[in-house]
């Protein structure tokens, strides 16, 4: 059974509407034969006349009236759902929902909201801020466009893109005697009383795969579930703490971060989304932009030679 075409009904609607078929041609910009061919092209797959013609005026008919009343809001709202897909494919309108673990919000996070906001003031962001398994799950669940994780490299259900190599550093007060070193060996550690994330924390499972063949640290003073607590615990003198470099305060700062060595270990910050999936156009222009803010922030990272031998003078 042939079925009536949108531009069919559309037609239709605008007829009933309008009582006048060369009002609602100017409306859909078609000629008063087109128009007409499309009414009569509907009335015969429906087997009613909708329309009683005479050459004054166009009335409906009882069951036209009845059929405008039935489907007048279904063409409505689907139009409102194509405009509202091409606002969203052209960035007018929508959202995008990035995960994020905890550790890398604040790095990444801001500027890249602003830069993004300044171009589609229209589009929505949200953040899922969680652990690094809620994380993984929030894309695999479909709830993130896509995330940023340092896990999921081996998970078939996802695609995982590095964006950066982020070492482990040991987070101490700017005044304690660590503090102005260069480096510090993981043996130095066990003078000095520390804190450290729970094994609910991946971080912990990094750390302690490393560490395997070193003497164990003595016992912590203090163990917490994230890591943002842990440097709210070394800024108030509880000890000092290994953490990952992003999570680090912003200079100048009460707690510093002094590079470790012997070994020395690092992990993966990358994009995570699933695979085979394409992403919405608001996705792509904010990971796009996360992308080259991440390259930047590599770039700042690395000392220049110019600027690694000033250091070298400065007292």
Same mark, same amino acid.
């Given at each position: &059974?042939?079925?009536?075409?949108?531009?069919?009904?559309? @037609?239709?609607?605008?007829?009933?509407?309008?009582?006048?078929?060369?009002?609602?041609?100017?409306?859909?910009?078609?000629?008063?034969?087109?128009?007409?061919? /499309?009414? =009569?092209?509907?009335?015969?797959?429906?087997?009613?006349?909708?329309?009683?013609?005479?050459?004054?005026?166009?009335?409906?008919?009882?069951?036209?009236?009845?059929?405008?009343?039935?489907?007048?809001?279904?063409?409505?709202?689907?139009?409102?759902?194509?405009?509202?897909?091409?606002?969203?494919?052209?960035?007018? #309108?929508?959202?995008?929902?990035?995960?994020?673990?905890?550790?890398?919000?604040?790095?990444? &996070?801001?500027?890249?909201?602003?830069?993004?906001?300044?171009?589609?003031?229209?589009?929505?962001? $949200?953040?899922?801020?969680?652990?690094?398994?809620?994380?993984?799950?929030?894309?695999?669940?479909?709830?993130?466009?896509?995330?940023?994780?340092?896990?999921?490299?081996?998970?078939?259900?996802?695609?995982?893109?590095?964006?950066?190599?982020?070492?482990?550093?040991?987070?101490?007060?700017?005044?304690?005697?660590?503090?102005? !070193?260069?480096?510090?060996?993981?043996?130095?550690? #066990?003078?000095?009383?520390?804190? $450290?994330? =729970?094994? @609910?924390?991946?971080? !912990?499972?990094?750390?302690?795969?490393?560490?395997?063949?070193?003497?164990?640290?003595?016992?912590?003073?203090?163990?917490?579930?994230?890591? =943002?607590?842990?440097?709210? &615990?070394?800024?108030?003198?509880?000890?000092?703490?290994?953490?990952?470099?992003?999570?680090?305060?912003?200079?100048?700062?009460?707690?510093?971060?002094?590079?470790?060595?012997?070994?020395?270990?690092?992990?993966?910050?990358?994009?995570? /989304?699933?695979?085979? !999936?394409?992403?919405?156009?608001?996705? #792509?222009?904010?990971?796009? &932009?996360?992308?080259?803010?991440?390259?930047?922030?590599?770039? #700042?990272?690395?000392?220049?030679?110019?600027? @690694?031998?000033?250091?070298? /003078?400065?007292?």
């Amino acid at each position: &059974m042939l079925k009536p075409s949108l531009a069919d009904l559309r @037609a239709f609607v605008t007829v009933g509407e309008l009582q006048s078929f060369a009002a609602a041609a100017r409306t859909l910009h078609l000629s008063q034969p087109a128009l007409s061919r /499309r009414i =009569s092209h509907l009335e015969e797959l429906l087997g009613v006349r909708l329309f009683d013609r005479t050459t004054r005026s166009v009335e409906l008919t009882l069951l036209g009236r009845r059929f405008l009343g039935q489907i007048r809001g279904l063409v409505d709202d689907l139009d409102r759902s194509v405009l509202s897909l091409r606002d969203a494919a052209e960035l007018e #309108a929508g959202d995008v929902t990035i995960g994020c673990v905890l550790s890398t919000v604040h790095h990444f &996070m801001p500027p890249v909201i602003q830069a993004f906001r300044a171009r589609h003031p229209h589009v929505l962001v $949200r953040i899922i801020e969680e652990g690094a398994d809620e994380v993984l799950a929030s894309v695999k669940q479909g709830e993130a466009d896509f995330a940023l994780n340092y896990i999921g490299m081996q998970d078939p259900e996802v695609e995982f893109t590095p964006l950066l190599k982020e070492p482990y550093v040991l987070a101490c007060p700017a005044d304690h005697p660590l503090a102005r !070193r260069k480096s510090v060996g993981w043996e130095e550690l #066990a003078q000095y009383p520390h804190a $450290r994330v =729970s094994q @609910a924390s991946r971080n !912990r499972l990094f750390i302690d795969q490393a560490l395997a063949e070193l003497p164990p640290l003595p016992r912590p003073v203090c163990e917490v579930r994230h890591v =943002s607590t842990l440097i709210g &615990m070394v800024e108030n003198g509880l000890g000092v703490a290994v953490v990952p470099q992003l999570t680090l305060p912003r200079k100048p700062a009460a707690v510093v971060g002094v590079r470790l060595e012997r070994p020395e270990i690092g992990r993966t910050i990358g994009v995570i /989304r699933r695979a085979g !999936r394409s992403l919405s156009p608001a996705a #792509a222009a904010f990971l796009e &932009m996360l992308a080259l803010a991440s390259r930047s922030s590599v770039k #700042a990272a690395r000392p220049t030679k110019a600027r @690694a031998q000033q250091r070298r /003078r400065e007292p």
